[in-house]
């Protein structure tokens, strides 16, 4: 998360998002500060905000669930930087490595698992993720799909004018860009089932060379049954750790210098 005091932002970094894009550049260059922990949702801040700080604006990044599914497996399937290896980065180390996180690995990485294999295994359930906590509080959410403009109009509202490009960082290397190339016929029916109710409700569609892609009832009363349970668990019960993120990462490196803590 990261807040700005001078233009009176506060953006919420989920994860697969380009989250770590667009906190450099609001770092870098106009006055953001790391806030809580890099993925800490609106709920979070609100603990914590001064009555003016909650009048701040607020913005996120949604991208298309399919899309994310794939860049989490390929960078699982390449162990980007060693993380899934690093025990300085497990969970019940205050990292942000689950678990869950690691019998996928495993999985991967001891079957040699295509998309198509992993995807059977561990995908059975509608999609859901942070988005649906996080977007309903946003006064604006930039689209992946047309980042660069979007995040432009939201720098245009915060009075920044003449922005310079946004750097890009953290880019998944060797995912190919046609979702056809994960998503085999031998999946779609799967893949329609799972991500169908999500897309439905944030306005994405399927690709147009598939057939039949209409979304079940079933699954979408299913879809909304997993929500509350989630929303219930992430608020309430998931406990998340408390100290600041590893002085090497960029994000660790951001909350010493802001020296704001990420404890909650």
């Known amino acids: 998360m990261i807040i700005s005091h001078k233009y009176k932002f506060v953006f919420i970094g989920l994860p697969f998002s380009a989250s770590s894009a667009i906190t450099k550049?609001?770092?870098?260059?106009y006055e953001g500060m790391a806030y809580l922990r890099?993925?800490?949702l609106y709920q979070d801040f609100i603990k914590h905000a001064t009555v003016q700080e909650k009048k701040y604006f607020v913005f996120a990044v949604l991208r298309n669930p399919m899309e994310m599914v794939v860049s989490h497996y390929v960078k699982m399937k390449n162990n980007v930087d060693g993380n899934f290896t690093?025990?300085?980065?497990?969970a019940e180390n205050g990292g942000h490595i689950t678990k869950r996180h690691r019998v996928k690995f495993t999985f991967i990485q001891k079957n040699n698992s295509s998309f198509q294999e992993y995807f059977l295994k561990f995908y059975n359930k509608p999609y859901d993720n942070l988005s649906s906590m996080t977007l309903d509080s946003c006064d604006f959410v930039i689209r992946y799909e047309n980042i660069e403009q979007d995040?432009?109009?939201v720098l245009n509202k915060l009075g920044i004018t003449n922005p310079g490009s946004l750097p890009i960082i953290n880019k998944t290397a060797g995912k190919k860009d046609d979702l056809d190339f994960?998503?085999?016929?031998?999946i779609q029916k799967?893949?329609?089932s799972v991500f169908g109710p999500f897309m439905k409700e944030f306005g994405y569609k399927f690709p147009e060379t598939w057939n039949n892609t209409s979304v079940k009832i079933t699954d979408i009363i299913y879809f909304k049954i997993l929500r509350r349970a989630r929303k219930i668990n992430e608020l309430w019960i998931k406990k998340h750790s408390k100290r600041a993120s590893l002085p090497e990462t960029m994000y660790g490196q951001m909350q010493r210098k802001s020296k704001i803590s990420s404890i909650e």
């Open 25 to 29: 550049d609001l770092y870098d260059k």
């Open 86 to 90: 690093n025990p300085k980065l497990f």
């Open 151 to 153: 995040y432009f109009v």
């Open 190 to 192: 799967r893949a329609i």
């Open 38 to 40: 890099k993925h800490a």
């Open 182 to 186: 994960y998503y085999t016929k031998e």
